[in-house]
């Protein structure tokens, strides 16, 4: 049994390899071990860094929610990450479905073209044109007791015979 690897099937799997490496290797190497918290945001160490260079500076804004836990901010901030991978998601999707719609679209009018060409050839059958159904006038009944002269049935039509009424 062969399995053919497609070019893109290999990059996907070097890239989950790197997001893995990337996610297993800081705890592996020990990297915040030193830390009190190891693993803490940018905005934490940052405020860190700052009170320790100035000690008697003032922010000058303050956060408009101050979730009540590190627990809560977490899950607020993983929220935020749901919903912004979803919007890209969406984006690269509906970008997706549209350059595959022009394709599609595009191979479509190039086999009505090449069909167009062919057209009666071997290749190509042409297909029969569909019965059409024709509405059919209901003839007036005629009257059963006609002379086999040609009297006509219209009351004002002329005699065949020539002679006048």
Known sequence: MSFT???NTKINALLLLVVAALAVL???LGLGDHK????????AEAETAITELRPEYEPWFSPLYEPPSGEI??????LQAALGAG????????????RQGVADAEE???????????AGGAD???PEPAPVAVPVAA???RPEAQEVSGASSAPDAPPVDGKGA
């Open 26 to 28: 800081p705890l592996a």
């Open 87 to 98: 919007v890209l998601a969406y984006y690269f999707g509906v970008r997706r479905g549209r």
């Open 5 to 7: 690897v497609s070019r």
């Open 108 to 118: 479509k009018a190039a086999r009505a073209a090449e069909g167009a060409g062919t």
């Open 124 to 126: 190509t059958p042409v």
């Open 139 to 141: 003839a007036p009944e």
């Open 36 to 43: 009190e918290e190891p693993f803490t945001g940018a905005d």
């Open 73 to 78: 901010e977490s899950a607020l901030f993983a």
